[in-house]
């Protein structure tokens, strides 16, 4: 009769190794689980970078929500700026967008196929400018909607055929799948979507250093361009910690009595969808830029139009003798002349 063996000493100990990494794993699918449901909920204690949403900025059924990295909100709110200054319309902002998402994630990346650079993959030996130009993402937007200005049918045409007749990419229908992300974005940041714009990431300049006004201002020209700021560059109240810009800036083109013009300049032939800004879409157009701009220029309040914006906070209605009221906001009810961004202290 055979000798029985007794059992090895390490199978007790291996069924408990397999029985603590199940039960870690419940634990994980649990915290999952639970931060799911918080995030479905609504819970703004999640959200760490920003956010666009359709629908004035509620998030509703029928609404849409775009999330990116503070560094991707930065970047479109340049592009979509950079469009505003040449007179370019929602479409062609859209399309930008668009392309710089499947070229870049909406990231300035230093490398690339080949000698691409930048938001769009430029080339510097294909003539895009000099690697450091390229780099630059007021200069890389601005080479992208010249090339597409001097498509006369643009605005016409599928939007991944647009944006490959300025790309040449090898892969002609990627730009397709990012459309509708894109559009939303454009919506928002060319001011037509009041309020949709939030991001929740904290404002560096209060961890460090005092927001710098003559910074903001510098900003605000090199994407907007010289149009955006009085001819002195002097705008805003007393309080050396806020700016204001006023909607209908010195020297602008975007508002909504040179409509017609715009439009007749730059081929805008859809109903609704004009080169020029209304007052109200330039007023948006600015408060979205100063919030995903917020984290690098120090900024942790925004009002415009009876809004305010708070780093943090996001977006809530302005009242009069409010508690919460600050120096910026408490004339935003009925203020819609200019924007006003208060610097973090």
Same mark, same amino acid.
């Given at each position: 009769m055979p000798r029985t063996t007794p059992s090895s000493p390490s199978r007790p100990t291996g069924r408990r190794r397999l029985y603590q990494v199940l039960a870690a794993f419940v634990v994980l699918a649990a915290l999952a689980g639970y931060?799911?449901?918080q995030y479905l909920s609504g819970s703004k204690d999640l959200l760490t970078g920003c956010e666009? &949403?359709?629908?004035?900025?509620?998030?509703?059924?029928?609404?849409?929500v775009y999330e990116l990295g503070v560094d991707q909100a930065a970047n479109a709110a340049t592009i979509a700026a950079v469009g505003a200054a040449r007179g370019m319309p929602e479409r062609a902002v859209a399309i930008a967008l668009a392309t710089a998402i499947q070229e870049s994630k909406l990231r300035n990346i230093d490398y690339g196929d080949l000698d691409s650079l930048g938001l769009f993959q430029q080339r510097p030996s294909q003539g895009w400018g000099t690697a450091a130009q390229i780099q630059d993402p007021v200069y890389s937007s601005g080479k992208f909607y010249e090339h597409l200005a001097k498509i006369s049918d643009y605005e016409d045409l599928p939007l991944t055929e647009a944006a490959q007749k300025v790309q040449r990419s090898g892969f002609p229908q990627a730009y397709a799948?990012?459309?509708? $992300?894109?559009?939303?974005?454009?919506?928002?940041?060319?001011? @037509?979507?009041?309020?949709?714009v939030n991001c929740a990431a904290p404002v560096t300049?209060?961890?460090?250093?005092?927001? $710098?006004?003559? &910074?903001?201002?510098?900003?605000?020209?090199?994407?907007?361009?010289?149009?955006v700021l009085p001819a002195d560059g002097a705008a805003g109240p007393a309080a050396a910690h806020t700016v204001a810009v006023p909607v209908r800036?010195?020297?602008?083109?975007?508002?909504? *009595? /040179?409509? *017609?013009?715009?439009?007749?300049?730059?081929?805008?032939?859809?109903?609704? *969808?004009?080169?020029?800004?209304?007052?109200?879409?330039?007023?948006?157009?600015?408060?979205?830029?100063?919030?995903?701009?917020?984290?690098?220029?120090?900024? $942790?309040?925004?009002?415009?139009?009876?809004?305010?914006?708070?780093?943090?906070?996001?977006? @809530? /209605?302005?009242?009069?003798?409010?508690?919460?009221?600050?120096?910026?906001?408490?004339?935003?009810?009925?203020?819609?002349?200019?924007? &006003?961004? @208060?610097?973090?202290?």
């Amino acid at each position: 009769m055979p000798r029985t063996t007794p059992s090895s000493p390490s199978r007790p100990t291996g069924r408990r190794r397999l029985y603590q990494v199940l039960a870690a794993f419940v634990v994980l699918a649990a915290l999952a689980g639970y931060l799911a449901v918080q995030y479905l909920s609504g819970s703004k204690d999640l959200l760490t970078g920003c956010e666009v &949403r359709s629908g004035d900025g509620k998030a509703d059924g029928e609404g849409r929500v775009y999330e990116l990295g503070v560094d991707q909100a930065a970047n479109a709110a340049t592009i979509a700026a950079v469009g505003a200054a040449r007179g370019m319309p929602e479409r062609a902002v859209a399309i930008a967008l668009a392309t710089a998402i499947q070229e870049s994630k909406l990231r300035n990346i230093d490398y690339g196929d080949l000698d691409s650079l930048g938001l769009f993959q430029q080339r510097p030996s294909q003539g895009w400018g000099t690697a450091a130009q390229i780099q630059d993402p007021v200069y890389s937007s601005g080479k992208f909607y010249e090339h597409l200005a001097k498509i006369s049918d643009y605005e016409d045409l599928p939007l991944t055929e647009a944006a490959q007749k300025v790309q040449r990419s090898g892969f002609p229908q990627a730009y397709a799948q990012h459309e509708p $992300d894109a559009v939303l974005l454009a919506s928002a940041l060319t001011g @037509r979507i009041p309020a949709s714009v939030n991001c929740a990431a904290p404002v560096t300049a209060t961890a460090t250093a005092p927001g $710098d006004p003559d &910074r903001l201002r510098t900003e605000l020209v090199r994407d907007f361009g010289k149009g955006v700021l009085p001819a002195d560059g002097a705008a805003g109240p007393a309080a050396a910690h806020t700016v204001a810009v006023p909607v209908r800036a010195a020297g602008t083109k975007d508002t909504a *009595d /040179t409509a *017609d013009t715009a439009d007749a300049k730059n081929g805008a032939g859809a109903a609704g *969808d004009t080169t020029a800004a209304t007052a109200a879409q330039r007023g948006w157009s600015l408060a979205h830029w100063a919030v995903a701009r917020s984290a690098d220029l120090g900024i $942790d309040e925004i009002a415009y139009a009876g809004k305010v914006w708070t780093a943090g906070a996001g977006w @809530r /209605t302005d009242r009069a003798g409010d508690a919460n009221s600050t120096d910026t906001a408490e004339s935003a009810e009925s203020d819609t002349d200019e924007v &006003r961004m @208060r610097l973090a202290q």
